[in-house]
């Protein structure tokens, strides 16, 4: 169900043909669009691609990190990969300022900015000579990629009559922009090199915005106007809550940073002998993270019929082992113990969007959004920093180890969460 709603079209299709053809305002390819699909649907769809984007360009320079560096002249790839923490760190930073205008200003002005900021950014960073300049061109990139965790999911679910399912499905569409990252990139850098990795999505998300601004419908009033459809929290339990959010979203952010942008050389070096082409490694890779993306479909359904807490913790105790599993092994072994410690990455993503709608008004969630992933992100961005210096120093066995250890602290967290009887009982 689209939470931008739904807009029939009782006017028959030969009534409505010629205008739609003739306008100069619309043209072909939107009435290819919109005979088809309502432009609140294609809005939807919009959102849902825009997450893909967002994961896809933040990861382009982890799975090209290999060919940046032999081009600009660095030894190794673990010395390029600190150039890309300023991206991360604003993912995380931006995200306050973006929530709160995103809930002030409006979300559907807020993600025109993120389309076209993404779009120019990323052109921006495929023109960088040295890597100060990609340092800061990724930076830029970062700024504009923490518009979409706060604002266009809340724009997603405000209406959603089953929002464990609609975040699974936003979720999804995330994950495959992961593994676009490694399938697409691998393919552009064998065809006509890293620049071209970064053009290509660039051009598409330009494209969307143009897309985006033709049919997402305007917003009577700013989110934050709007009056109260929660139930309230008492201030005890939504500070718990809030805390136990942040600081399991921390932990599962973590671990996102350290796959994600570690697990293409992870990749080349548990394969290696077995498998050492840079385009079919991609599409192992994508393979893993198409796979793994299913967990959030399953998991949003879940959302809308089971609560939480014992749900998290159940997911959470599973990385403990699939991490720990994956970190004895090698080979085809090791690819099967990876899908495994993905699914349940993967699977802990819908957890702190469903408590935000669960417990926080609409008016607000983009700000309490972006104070989560600021807080969360912000911290997590550290493991990029450290990525390549830890594998340096020892290995990529003991990085799984230590997401383990992560893995379990997270799982300990969930634990000092409410359960839904205190919510149901205590909400005034």
């Known amino acids: 169900m689209s939470i931008l709603g739904n807009s029939p079209q009782d006017i028959p299709l030969f009534v409505r043909l010629p205008p739609l053809l003739l306008a100069p305002n619309r043209g072909l390819i939107r ?130 009559e089953k929002p464990g399912l609609t975040i699974g499905i936003n ?26 990795a970064f053009i290509v999505p660039a051009m598409v998300s330009i494209l969307c915005g143009i897309l985006f601004a033709r049919t997402a419908p305007h917003e009577m009033t700013a989110p934050a106007k709007k009056k109260t459809s929660v139930v309230q929290l008492p201030k005890h339990l939504a500070w718990r809550t809030f805390v136990v959010m942040v600081a399991t979203s921390t932990t599962s952010s973590l671990l996102f940073n350290i796959t994600t942008n570690g697990n293409t050389q992870l990749l080349a070096e548990r394969l290696d002998g077995l498998v050492n082409d840079p385009t079919r490694l991609g599409m192992l890779l994508a393979l893993i993270y198409a796979v793994a993306s299913l967990a959030q479909l ?69 700000r309490v959004s972006g104070t989560r992933i600021a807080i969360s992100f912000g911290i997590s961005s550290l493991a990029v920093y450290s990525l390549g210096p830890f594998v340096k120093a020892s290995g ?28 149901k009982s205590t909400a005034v």
Not at 56 to 74: C, D, K, M, R, Y
Not at 180 to 193: E, K, P, R
């Open 31 to 160: 009435f290819a669009f919109t005979v088809w699909i309502p432009m609140p649907k294609i809005a939807s769809l919009l959102l849902n691609l825009g997450h893909a984007l967002d994961h896809l360009f933040l990861l382009i320079f982890a799975t090209a990190v290999s060919a940046i560096a032999t081009e600009f002249g660095v030894g190794r790839w673990e010395d390029m990969m600190p150039y890309t923490v300023g991206a991360f760190v604003m993912f995380g930073l931006g995200s306050i300022p973006a929530g709160r205008l995103g809930d002030l200003w409006g979300r559907r002005q807020m993600m025109l900015v993120f389309f076209f900021g993404m779009g120019l950014s990323a052109l921006a960073v495929a023109l960088t000579q040295t890597p100060l300049q990609m340092g800061i061109a990724l930076t830029v990139l970062g700024v504009f990629s923490a518009i979409y965790h706060p604002v266009g999911i809340p724009m997603l679910v405000q209406k959603a």
């Open 171 to 196: 979720g999804l569409a995330g994950n495959l922009g992961i593994a676009m990252a490694a399938l697409s990139t691998g393919f552009l850098v064998a065809w006509q090199g890293w620049r071209m």
């Open 298 to 366: 399953v998991v949003g359904r879940l959302l809308d019929w089971l609560p939480v807490k014992p749900l998290f913790f159940s997911v959470l105790f599973l990385q403990i082992v699939s991490f720990a599993l994956a970190s004895q092994t090698a080979g085809w072994v090791w690819y099967v113990a990876a899908i495994g410690y993905m699914v349940m990455v993967f699977a802990a993503i819908p957890f702190s969007d469903t408590m935000v709608v669960r417990y926080i008004d609409d008016a607000m969630r983009s």
């Open 396 to 423: 990529f066995t003991q990085l799984m180890v230590a997401a383990s250890c992560v893995a379990a602290v997270g799982a300990l967290i969930v634990l000092f969460l409410p359960n839904e009887a205190q919510m």
